[in-house]
């Protein structure tokens, strides 16, 4: 069976295209660049590649970035004093809070300190409520990520059976509301599992998308899925391997040599979801720059 790996990078390179020359226009004619702005706190050193890749993207599409970079040892109520400034910053049109945050924060705190207008992440409950209802929202970056990737793929989702493995506020869960709702590039019928799930592979071979993301190296094995079904791979786990030049390499949640024998399309790791979801917090900020969510 003839495969279709699905290329995340060259999507991701044609929308940040697309946005470089949004960007220029504006700039063009006088108005301000989108800015990002991303607050850390700690050295968390995932966090810190993670901003750092955040800072990069922005600069290639000719979007401001800032980062406040906090230490560990930052108070709830120094953290909330910075959120709070951003909230009124006129200069900064879109804000992230690197997750994960240390011990002593409240995170659920801190995200429903931030501005829903200025949530281009997408995680406080104002957006997520407004996603649950089909409203003008702030998607969060990896589902909406996979959407777009699916959609400029070509990838009928219109009365497909989607199956989601895992049900994470971040992934699982909103995949699942946007898949099943009536919309262009929607209409799926899906089955949401979690680790109470019985009988997990009985579901999962019935999917004509399955979607991985649980968190666990190579969790869906090749006897789990469907001949011909389109498999999304989101996980993400540096495994370490001294014969490689780094002393690692990176893989997912799905088996991909094997599976790849049996999908009619996949997506790889790395190169599948992980730049799609950074290239969709750039949307975000073009939209939040825009004033087209919240006008
Ligand atoms: P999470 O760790 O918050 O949750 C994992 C989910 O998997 C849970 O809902 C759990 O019920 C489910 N699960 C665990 N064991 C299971 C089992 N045996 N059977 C069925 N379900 C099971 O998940 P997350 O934050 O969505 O992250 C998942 C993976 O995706 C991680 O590897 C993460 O690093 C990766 N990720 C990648 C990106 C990206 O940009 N590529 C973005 C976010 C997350």
Known sequence: MSIQIIDGKAIADEIKKEIAIEVASMIDKDEKAPHLAAIIVGEDAASQTYVASKEKACKSVGITSSVYKLPASTSEKELLDVVHFLNQDLDVDGYIVQLPLPDHIDEQKILLAINPAKDVDG????????????????LPATPFGIMELLKRS?????????????????????????????????????????????????????ADILIA??????????????????VIDVGIHRVEDVGKEKGYYLTGDVDYEEVAKKASAITPVPGGIGPMTIVSLLQNTLLASKRVIYS
């Open 213 to 230: 993301a649980i968190g666990k190296v190579g969790f869906v094995t090749a006897d789990m899925v469907k001949p011909g079904a389109t």
């Open 123 to 138: 995680f406080h409950p104002e957006n997520a409520g407004r996603m649950m209802l089909g409203l003008p929202a702030y």
């Open 154 to 206: 070509k990838i009928e989702t219109a009365a497909k059976h989607v199956v989601v493995i895992g049900r994470s506020n971040i992934v699982g869960t909103p995949i699942s509301v946007m898949l099943s709702r009536k919309a262009q590039n929607a209409n799926a019928t899906v089955t949401l599992c979690h680790s109470r799930t019985k009988n997990l592979k009985d579901i999962t071979l019935q």
